[in-house]
């Protein structure tokens, strides 16, 4: 079972640039989420997607589009990258349609904005 | 905001030792959950306790709720070196709909 499947794993945009990261699970999941991890902030909401068609936004949104193409995959736009946006980024599903259930993670994707 | 606060934020046991880290946070919740992650990797979904439940187990680790207190304890006995991780206290508020928040997580370092 691959899970929740994130790409890229590493990546070094410059400032103003633009890029996708792309997550796609094989659960069967009708949420999927994208969190920043910072060193000594923990992890912290982005955006969500309870079912698919639906998104919303987190605790910190600004800077970030997301669009849910389907069922299996959500994917995270920055479209002008900042260096404030350096950081380790998770995607994660759940099963559940109602409150939060158990989260499911990928293994992260580490985005570097000189 | 973040609605979990982790305590301690760092914790150094050897192993055979017990560890106990506790989670306090601010609103009414649906569901408290622990995570761990590994240096480098994902997040690992330990345990979910339900608002309505005060205490889970689930092998060498024990969960405790107290909804008066807003606050939660994670128990791992027994440690092993392969313990050593971030622990991570997630809650699923009553007004935050499907969104789950996290706190800033335990160090926990078990030496042999």
């Known amino acids: 079972n691959a899970g929740v499947t994130q790409t890229p794993k590493f990546q070094v945009l410059k400032t103003g640039q633009s890029m996708t990261l792309q997550c796609a699970q094989d659960m069967n999941h009708n949420s999927m989420y994208w969190y920043r991890q910072d060193p000594g902030m923990g992890l912290r909401l982005i955006y969500y997607s309870a079912s698919e068609g639906t998104t919303d936004k987190g605790e910190v949104p600004n800077g970030y589009n997301v669009s849910r193409l389907n069922k299996r995959e959500f994917s995270l736009r920055l479209e002008s990258a900042a260096p404030s946006q350096t950081s380790v980024y998770f995607c994660?599903?759940?099963?559940?349609?109602?409150?939060?259930?158990?989260?499911?993670f990928g293994e992260g994707s580490r985005l570097t904005v000189l | 905001s973040q609605q979990g606060e982790e305590d301690p934020q760092a914790l150094s046991i050897q192993e055979g030792e017990n560890a106990t880290m506790n989670c306090s946070y601010k609103t009414s919740i649906n569901n408290l959950q622990w995570y761990r992650q590994n240096s480098g990797r994902g997040l690992v979904h330990l345990i979910l306790i339900r608002s309505n439940e005060r205490e889970k187990h689930s092998g060498r680790l024990r969960v405790t709720l107290d909804t008066s207190k807003k606050s939660s304890s994670l128990l791992i006995t027994a440690s092993r070196a392969a313990d050593t991780a971030s622990y991570f206290c997630a809650t699923a508020a009553l007004n935050s709909g499907y969104a789950l928040n996290f706190g800033k997580g335990t160090s926990l370092l078990v030496t042999p």
């Open positions: 994660a599903s759940s099963r559940t349609g109602g409150f939060a259930g158990e989260l499911f």
